[in-house]
């Protein structure tokens, strides 16, 4: 029978050490993979985001190894309807009746895969171009930083970047929000037909 | 039923012979008798390979790899009914809709393609043919079965009167009529009283045959009988995109009672219906496994469950999910079947290692396309109250866009891997 992935291994390392322990197999349980905090309060999730929040779709963002913090102001966003958005605003009152906190530590703890959806050679060429202005809050690899709750856009699904910088542009995600004042200021300023090229570039980036 | 052997047992498994007990030489073509697989652990069963079953079948090795899986389901692939519609309008192919199950080999399941022909309960086995496997605990996906019996002409006529509503052949068939079907044609569509398969289907199959003939066949019309009072599902979103399509004749409180091929006719109870190419969505209920294991209700038609753990209201040990259940206020969708299968893996896994099983509630993420570019969604949220399923919220995206269709391929994307990957 083939291995199950990083699940078996990691109840397996469990199982081993709770036999050089001496520890019974319901505490190797507590191990396993339904065990991890949040993990089944995520269970909906991957549905559109992926197993362990890694969307390998263009369009539906991954949000695994997002910031705690992040995460819940984007969950409490689209529960209030700031964040405007009639599929997310259901599902982020599910989690926040769950427990927003436990689902938010689930996925910051989830490591990040890129996303396999690939771009034009040309499409990422003019996006490194045009994704200057961008480097000054997400970093010049567009990695983002915790701290100030900027997102990583690295390796991001493309189609959902293309989408957010729209919204951004119409000022239709979170308006009045002083936290992405700088963001739709500079959003107004790129032409539509640029956002395929940003988000090819950020979506090729590792 | 075509009895398993020894030979369709490895090949379709994998299994090498070491791991069937007393077992014979290989190449006996008799029927397989008694223990196929004798169990030498704790082992689940699925019956059952769509959206439910087989997300079933993965999260439980997911979740717990010392648990084996058998899954029985007797096609060799996949093929989606979300976007099948699409395929009706020749704006997609079968192929990209069809998936095979090496993913959840990989994960370690073990499946059968065969049909599940009985389960007894009392002795916890599950019948293929002669033989039956053991379960510790079984979990049944056995999707819809079609009545009929309830329209007169469809049983003896299904070669003809096609349904298209698994996806497969008759999808293919459905979509060389009405591409065969000469301009200035009518296209009868027959939809059922509802509790049936994916409750906007129906209304989604409208748009996407009405674009369909609108681009190529613009003198033909579309009349939709429809057995409810009104469109049942996104019904405003519905009626708003139906406004470019004046080819559609649709007529609600119209249930079709007979067809007849020979005179290319159906019949409501008030009026009788001439057309060119006709599409009857049958009456439905719980997959005939279901039936037989005693699993439904009074109604003879659908399963009771658990909200919680999804275990039988009628049978202790037999999980049910997907389409053949009924009570809980969440529609009969892949979303939702996906969602159960997840839920379900993570109680029987709880179960099978004497822990409590989680307290989870579904949810429901539901795209509908009404052109060739278009889309419309409805999102339902759901949380456990008192041991019961209840909607927390249900939203609707507030008008069709291609960026809703985006996001619908972006779903079908995540939710196929999800299931199968």
Not at chain 2, 119 to 142: F, M
Not at chain 2, 220 to 244: E, G, H
Not at chain 2, 270 to 289: K, M
Request: hydrophobic residues 40%; charged residues 20%.
């Amino acid at each position: 029978m083939s291995a199950a992935g990083r699940p078996l291994l990691r109840l397996t390392l469990a199982v081993a050490v709770s036999m050089l322990l001496g520890a019974s197999w319901s505490a190797a349980e507590a191990a396993g993979p339904l065990d991890q905090r949040g993990a089944a309060k995520a269970v909906t999730c991957s549905a559109c985001h992926g197993v362990a929040g890694n969307s390998r779709s263009a369009a539906m963002p991954i949000i695994a190894g997002l910031d705690p913090a992040y995460f819940k102001k984007q969950i409490e966003a689209y529960a209030s309807g700031k964040r405007l958005s009639p599929e997310m605003e259901p599902y982020a009152k599910q989690v926040l009746d769950m427990g927003v906190d436990d689902v938010a530590a689930y996925f910051a703890a989830s490591p990040r895969q890129a996303t396999p959806i690939t771009s034009p050679a040309d499409s990422i060429a003019r996006g490194r171009t045009a994704a200057a202005a961008c480097a000054a809050c997400h970093g010049p690899q567009g990695q983002g930083d915790a701290a100030k709750q900027i997102p990583s856009l690295a390796g991001q699904a493309p189609g959902y970047l293309r989408e957010q910088m729209l919204l951004f542009k119409q000022d239709r995600r979170s308006p009045g929000d002083p936290a992405l004042a700088s963001a739709k200021a500079l959003m107004k300023t790129v032409p539509d037909e640029s956002f395929a090229d940003l988000a090819a570039y950020y979506g090729s980036l590792r | 039923m075509r009895a398993l052997t020894r030979r369709a047992f490895l090949r379709a498994t994998g299994l090498g012979l070491g791991a069937l007990a007393g077992g014979t030489a290989a190449g006996c073509t008799s029927s397989m008798k008694g223990d196929i697989a004798p169990k030498s652990g704790p082992r689940v069963v699925v019956i059952g390979g769509g959206w439910g079953g087989a997300t079933a079948a993965k999260y439980v090795r997911l979740y717990d790899p010392k648990v084996e899986v058998v899954l029985i389901e007797s096609n060799r692939q996949f093929i989606s009914c979300p976007f099948s519609n699409l395929v009706l309008a020749g704006v997609r192919t079968i192929d990209s809709l069809t998936m095979g199950y090496d993913g959840l080999r990989k994960h370690g399941v073990r499946i059968i393609h065969e049909t599940a022909t009985a389960i007894e309960p009392d002795t916890k086995r599950v019948r293929i043919g002669e033989g039956y496997l053991q379960y510790d605990r079984l979990v049944v996906s056995p999707g819809v079965d079609f009545q009929l019996e309830q329209v007169e002409g469809l049983a003896q006529n299904q070669d003809k009167v096609l349904h298209a509503w698994k996806a497969g052949p008759q999808t293919v068939q459905l979509a060389q009529q009405l591409a065969a079907m000469p301009d200035g044609g009518v296209f009868v569509l027959s939809i059922p009283l509802a509790a049936y398969r994916c409750p906007p289907g129906p209304y989604e199959r409208t748009s996407m045959v009405a674009w369909y003939l609108k681009t190529n066949k613009p003198r033909s019309k579309l009349i939709v009988l429809d057995a409810n009072q009104n469109i049942i599902s996104k019904a405003a979103l519905f009626r708003t995109a139906w406004q470019a399509y004046p080819n559609i004749d649709y007529r609600p409180a119209s249930r079709v009672i007979g067809v007849d091929p020979s005179t290319r006719e159906v019949r409501t109870e008030f009026d009788r219906i001439r057309y060119d190419v006709v599409n009857v969505i049958p009456p439905q209920r719980a997959g005939a496994i279901a039936v037989q294991a005693d699993l439904v209700g009074g109604d003879k038609r659908w399963c009771e469950v658990n909200h919680v753990t999804y275990e039988s209201v009628k049978q202790p040990g037999i999980h049910v999910v997907g389409d053949a259940t009924i009570g809980l206020p969440v529609p009969k969708s892949g979303n939702i079947a996906n969602a159960m299968g997840k839920i379900t893996a993570a109680c029987v896994v709880s179960l099978i290692n004497g822990q409590a099983p989680p307290s989870l509630a579904p949810g429901n993420t539901c795209y509908s396309w009404v052109s060739d570019r278009e889309a419309i969604a409805v999102v339902n949220a759901y949380k456990i109250e008192a041991g019961k399923v209840v909607q927390i919220e249900q939203k609707l995206t507030p008008a069709q866009s291609p960026l809703v269709a985006q996001r619908a391929i972006g779903w079908t994307q995540s939710i196929w891997a999800d299931v199968l990957a």
